[in-house]
Structure formats: structure tokens, C-alpha cells
């Protein structure tokens, strides 16, 4: 089993920056990817960006440039930096990760862009 916990979310002006923070614990060793999703209300979960246990990454169109996903192993523990925040980024952000046979989720961390 994996536990996934969010945290550093919050309430910003468009504009700004947040990082946000998913600390890793349990059985860890063999996890393959971890990502971050988000869900706006009234729309269905979506992918943010994404992480490979050999540091390759890829994101959404729309946080390209602006959010940047990094892993340290070390602290188990997964980031995301957001700089120029959107009032579209506002959303539940979800910490995940994906080992063959299993998928994890953390319970989830509010971001709010204030415009």
C-alpha cells in the first residue's frame, strides 16, 4: 500500500505562485510514475503533469511553461510548482502515482485564483 498527502494549496492572486507538496509513504520502492491531476467543479478529472521514476515529464497544454513537476527521492516526497496562475487553474489538485497492478490517490489539495 502507498499514502499520498497533499498539501500547500491555497488562496492566490492570478498571477502568483504555489507549490504544492505530495509526501510518499508505505511501499513505495516500485513506484513507476507519479502525476498530478486536478478537478475543476463540474468537470471531470484531468491530468496536470507527470513524472517517470527516470525524471521524464510531461504536461498539459495548458501549464506548459508555468508548472513544473519534480520528484525528490529522497523525501519521497512529489512537487508541483505553479508560477503564473490562472483563474482556470482553479481546482482540487490530486497527487498519484501508478505502480503495475495499482494506482494511488492522495485526498486531494484546493487551489483557488483569485482574478
Known amino acids: 500500500q502507498v499514502q499520498l498527502v497533499e498539501s500547500g494549496g491555497g488562496l492566490v492572486q492570478a498571477g502568483g505562485s504555489l507549490r504544492l507538496s505530495c509526501a510518499a509513504s508505505?511501499?513505495?520502492?516500485?513506484?513507476?510514475?507519479m502525476a498530478w491531476y486536478r478537478q475543476a467543479p463540474g468537470k471531470q478529472r484531468e491530468l496536470v503533469a507527470v513524472i517517470a521514476s527516470r525524471g521524464s515529464t510531461n504536461y498539459a497544454d495548458s501549464v506548459k511553461g508555468r508548472f513544473t513537476i519534480s520528484r525528490d527521492s529522497a523525501k519521497s516526497t512529489l512537487y508541483l510548482q505553479m508560477n503564473s496562475l490562472k483563474p482556470e487553474d482553479t481546482a482540487v489538485y490530486y497527487c498519484?502515482?501508478?505502480?503495475?497492478?495499482?494506482?494511488?490517490w492522495g485526498q486531494g489539495t484546493q487551489v483557488t485564483v483569485s482574478s
Open positions: 498519484n502515482a501508478y505502480r503495475v497492478g495499482a494506482i494511488y
Open positions: 508505505g511501499s513505495i520502492f516500485d513506484i513507476d510514475v
